[in-house]
């Protein structure tokens, strides 16, 4: 699979991977080392936990680098007056006659509980392309789904100051 990423994501990605092996990386060595010092390894808790804090340090590097190598750069320029990436979006929800504000982001921002909803996600794919006033259909799988109408979208920046999500 092939994560659809923007320029300034792959920018950040490799902001975190520079930070992670200069910094992160040096501070867990020197936690390893100092903790091995303190004698028998087997019933060591600092030594095993900073050797979790390494382990996991390489582990996320290793994914960054993954997923900037297979990584399909997309635009996150869209028509004024349609849905796209980095837009934020008023929706209004049929179903329970509430309206919530989402920014459309790509996968590696998605955060629901800070109103950023990935394109890769049921709703952020189904309002891609539409405009103020459209109602869509959201499918969330074969047997449910319900209908928002898009209320206003506002063409906003990408400063790339949202995080990037951890796994």
């Given at each position: 699979?092939?994560?659809?990423?923007?320029?300034?994501?792959?920018?950040?990605?490799?902001?975190?991977?520079?930070?992670?092996?200069?910094?992160?990386?040096?501070?867990?060595?020197?936690?390893?080392?100092?903790?091995?010092?303190?004698?028998?390894?087997?019933?060591?808790?600092?030594?095993?936990?900073?050797?979790?804090?390494?382990?996991?340090?390489?582990?996320?590097?290793?994914?960054?680098?993954?997923?900037?190598?297979?990584?399909?750069?997309?635009?996150?320029?869209?028509?004024?007056?349609?849905?796209?990436?980095?837009?934020?979006?008023?929706?209004?929800?049929?179903?329970?006659?509430?309206?919530?504000?989402?920014?459309?982001?790509?996968t590696v921002r998605g955060n629901s509980l800070e109103g950023l909803i990935s394109t890769e996600a049921p709703l952020g794919r189904a309002?891609?392309?539409?405009?103020?006033?459209?109602?869509?259909?959201?499918?969330?799988?074969?047997?449910?789904?319900?209908?928002?109408?898009?209320?206003?979208?506002?063409?906003?920046?990408?400063?790339g100051s949202d995080k990037l999500r951890s796994f």
């Amino acid at each position: 699979m092939h994560n659809e990423l923007t320029q300034k994501d792959i920018e950040k990605m490799r902001e975190e991977i520079e930070y992670r092996k200069l910094v992160v990386r040096k501070e867990a060595l020197e936690d390893v080392k100092t903790a091995r010092a303190h004698g028998d390894l087997s019933e060591n808790f600092e030594y095993h936990a900073a050797k979790k804090v390494k382990n996991q340090n390489e582990s996320r590097i290793r994914y960054l680098e993954r997923m900037i190598r297979t990584a399909v750069i997309v635009s996150d320029e869209s028509a004024e007056d349609e849905v796209g990436l980095n837009n934020t979006i008023e929706v209004y929800f049929e179903e329970d006659g509430t309206t919530e504000k989402y920014k459309l982001v790509t996968t590696v921002r998605g955060n629901s509980l800070e109103g950023l909803i990935s394109t890769e996600a049921p709703l952020g794919r189904a309002l891609l392309g539409h405009k103020v006033g459209d109602r869509v259909y959201i499918e969330v799988n074969s047997s449910y789904g319900y209908y928002v109408v898009v209320k206003s979208i506002e063409n906003t920046i990408d400063d790339g100051s949202d995080k990037l999500r951890s796994f």
